[in-house]
Structure formats: structure tokens, C-alpha cells
């Protein structure tokens, strides 16, 4: 199985939080597969990026860049809406960011790395939490 | 039967050198080829992991905090305008 990545993972990799560098190293030993987002994570850390807030824009650009960045399709809006669907049902509230997330993960049978333990409520989805 | 590809341009000696590596190995020169472009599609791939978790000039705390906040503001603008039905 391929990993995706979420955006509180990238924000670490950028700050270079080596505890979270060498998990990751750890889980795309044993998985195969590229580096992938979401469209919606390639979006919102673009937008972090944008602006004269950074040093050196155009190096995190080109990191962004290196990830197989998931589009959206047909079968993104159905998951999102099944998952929205159930999990209010269920009375769990996620953005809906992080479902197209879990859609697009659920849809293309990938793990996702993150840091928030709310996306292990989503059952059709494998998730590993970074400590 | 499996359709006939054509590789251009392949010289003489890699094409025998080829043939010899699938005799030796007992195997058709679609399987070599197949290992040929698996192994590179896996090298690639983590090639392609090292150049994401090497981080030579990571943010600064400033930095990430401006970016947590632009993500952040970000998030809150998908509270959707509610939608005027008549």
C-alpha cells in the first residue's frame, strides 16, 4: 500500500522534526509506493507558503512539488459524501478538508500518515498517528 | 498472442548482452525487461523519498508559525456561504 501524507506530516517534515523524519523513513521502508497528497493538502500548504512570511519560498515549493499530489474525481465526491453522511450520523463532525483527505485515501487504497488522532474514528481508512 | 513492441534505436551488443542475461537467468526478455523497469520505478521512488526527508534549510519557528496560521486560516474559509434556494 502507498502513503499519504497530511499536512500537519509536511508542516514537521519542513521544520524538520527528526523524530517524525525517521518514523516516516521507517513506514516507506515497509511500504511501497510514492509520496503522495492530497489535492487539498497540496492547497492549503501552498497558500502557507505563499507571501513574503518565508526566507526561502521557492525551496519549500520545490519540496511541495516532489509529492504525487492525488487529484479529485467521481468516486472523491461519492467517499466525501458517504463519509460525511455516516460520521454525522454517528454525531463525529470532521472538516471537510480532512474528509476529501480520507476519501481520496479510502479511494486509492492508501495509508495515511498524520498527527490526528480524530482521523482513526474513520474506519474505512488505515491511519498511522505520529507521535 | 501478446502484441509485438518496438524499441528504436537499440544497438547491436546491448541487444545480444540482453538476450545472454535472460538465457543465463532462464528467463523470456519480457521478464528481464519487466525486473529492468520495476527496479528503477523502486529506485526512483525512493530516491524520490530521500530528496522529501532531507531537509537542508528547514523553517524557522517564525516561519512555521506564520505558515500554521495561513493553513489555518485557510481551513476556516471552508465554512461554506449558505446557499439562497429562492
Known amino acids: 500500500m502507498g502513503l499519504i ?27 511501497s509506493g510514492n509520496a503522495s497528497i492530497s489535492f487539498m493538502t497540496y492547497s492549503e500548504s501552498y497558500f502557507g507558503i505563499l507571501g513574503k512570511h518565508l526566507h526561502n519560498q521557492e525551496l519549500h515549493l520545490r519540496r511541495l512539488n ?5 487529484n479529485a474525481t467521481k468516486d472523491t465526491g461519492k467517499n466525501l459524501a458517504e463519509l460525511k453522511y455516516k460520521y454525522e450520523l454517528k454525531g463525529i463532525h470532521f472538516q471537510i478538508p480532512d474528509l476529501i483527505i480520507a476519501a481520496q485515501a479510502k479511494e486509492n487504497n492508501l495509508i495515511l500518515i498524520t498527527k490526528d488522532k480524530l482521523f482513526c474514528e474513520i474506519e474505512e481508512i488505515k491511519t498511522i498517528i505520529i507521535e | 498472442m501478446s502484441e509485438v513492441k518496438t524499441i528504436k534505436g537499440v544497438d547491436e551488443e546491448i541487444w545480444a548482452d540482453f ?15 519487466a525486473d529492468l523497469v520495476k ?6 521512488i525512493k530516491k524520490n523519498w530521500e530528496e522529501i526527508l ?14 500554521e496560521k495561513r493553513i489555518k486560516e485557510f481551513r476556516k474559509d471552508f465554512k461554506f456561504r449558505e446557499t439562497k434556494w429562492d
Not at chain 1, 516532489?66 to 492525488?70: I, P, S, T
Open chain 1, 5 to 31: 501524507l497530511d499536512t500537519s506530516i509536511l508542516i514537521d517534515i519542513e521544520k524538520n522534526i527528526l523524530n517524525t523524519i525517521s518514523q516516516i523513513k521507517d513506514i516507506s521502508k515497509n511500504n
Open chain 1, 66 to 70: 516532489l509529492f504525487n499530489c492525488v
Open chain 2, 19 to 33: 538476450k545472454a542475461i535472460a538465457e543465463k537467468e532462464d528467463r523470456k526478455m519480457a521478464e528481464v525487461l
Open chain 2, 39 to 44: 527496479y528503477y520505478k523502486e529506485r526512483n
Open chain 2, 54 to 67: 532531507t531537509v537542508k534549510e528547514p523553517l524557522t519557528e517564525y516561519e512555521a508559525k506564520m505558515v
